[in-house]
């Protein structure tokens, strides 16, 4: 697309009556100024302005396009207390995170994407800053931006993508009178030709829609539950892998909406069927990204790639708390259901939670990478995936081992074998694994005083709100949020 010229930018000021958006255009940076022509030449009247915030939800606010040169800049004002809010919109007390105070919604001009979904519409991911432009302690995308710098000064580039899995239906009052519920669009067997059918013009309609917003499809195909779907996307540099998956998030469930049906990305919408997860896969490069450094040049994992694991497992029982942040997570995460419920790793063991992937044939080194197994789209994919790279860096930092690798399924084995492969059962509950995570120094202190001490509360009293209800209700709420 040809760039606007100044006159054209100062011509599209004046004409949406904003005298100083000329003025605001032109000292913009490129990529910024290349923002502006879009919302021009594509007709965009509304920009989303999202962020993830600790109960997983993705929420914002929208900038006019009168005003986006200026908004590009300063953002939109936001409440603190927004980070203190849960799933349930019920917020919690946060010192710091009260009816005072404000900070901005700041977006990231390289993230823009018209929303192929929603006429008229674009969204771009943001960063929350105080108000002299500064980080915010408690931004989620920040916190990955500085687990990646973390990284970088070891001489290491993460690489990553979110596997994520979604169910398709219809959401239909539930016909005893309790809360609405989930009904699938088919019924159809898992990988059958059927699923790939009955889907058809909805699974067209989302894949033209994340290749329009440049998420390049890696594969798709029906899975095992009643309705229920994976389509994958090509990994990339960390932030943007997060960047993606909120992008990802976002366009599944609006390109359902759009076409009068529901689609939930919530790890079990239905209960007593298949859950749906979000396996991160991970790797580690070189700075200038040519060499992935988790490969042994042998076809098989590098040192630095099992002591990333050990580190990985060391702090998993915490861990869980930021990759599986829901109560609904922990109906996902059973034993003897492919989710992962022990610390354990294998070679391409579905049952273990570090499975490490068998490379493609030539495309050895490019495709050697671990897959963490005990994840899904409740979580907030900034949270879950900054703290998987500080736990796998204080594992190489440490010179940890990982041990014995599992090469069956854990459950199969007895207690005392499991307990000579330091092979532990995860937590079985979200109370669990908040206690796991407030006990682990090293989450802790990467998370914050002020993160912490949100998340935690956040995530306390939705255990709390749901433990007063039934599963219908339970259900009901994680189809609605995620």
Known sequence: MAALPPAALACYADRMGDRHSAADARQLDPVARRVLERVEVDGIELVRFIYADHGGVIRGKAAGRSRLSERLGSGIGHTVAMMAMSML?????????????EVRIVPDPATFVPLPYASGAAAMLSDLREIDGSPWAA????FLKDAVALLGTEGLTPVAAFEPEFTLGRRLPDPTGGPDRLVPLDDSLCYAAAGFD???????????????QGLPIEHYYPELGAGQHELSIRPTTALKAADNHVIYRETVRGVAFRMAMWASLAPKPIAGQAGNGAHLHVSLWDTDLEHNLFADGKGGLSLLGRRFIAGVLAHLPGLVALTCPSVNSYRRLQPRTWASAYA????????????????????????????????????????SLGAVLHAGLDGIRRKLDPGKPVTVDPDTLTEKA?????CERLPASLAEALDALEADPLLMDALGPLRSAAFLAVKRSEVADFARQDVAYETFQHLRAF
């Open 89 to 101: 919109d019920r917020l919690q007390p946060v010192e710091g995170m009260g009816p005072v105070g």
């Open 198 to 212: 009955l889907a058809h013009d909805y699974t067209m309609a989302l894949v033209r829609a994340l290749e329009a």
């Open 418 to 422: 499991r307990a000579r492969l330091g």
């Open 344 to 383: 354990c790793y294998g070679p391409d063991n579905r049952e273990a939670a570090v499975r490490i992937c068998s490379p493609m044939s030539g495309n050895v080194e490019a495709s050697t990478n671990l897959e963490i197994k005990p994840s899904d789209s409740s979580a907030n994919p900034y949270l």
């Open 139 to 142: 931004c989620p995308r920040t």
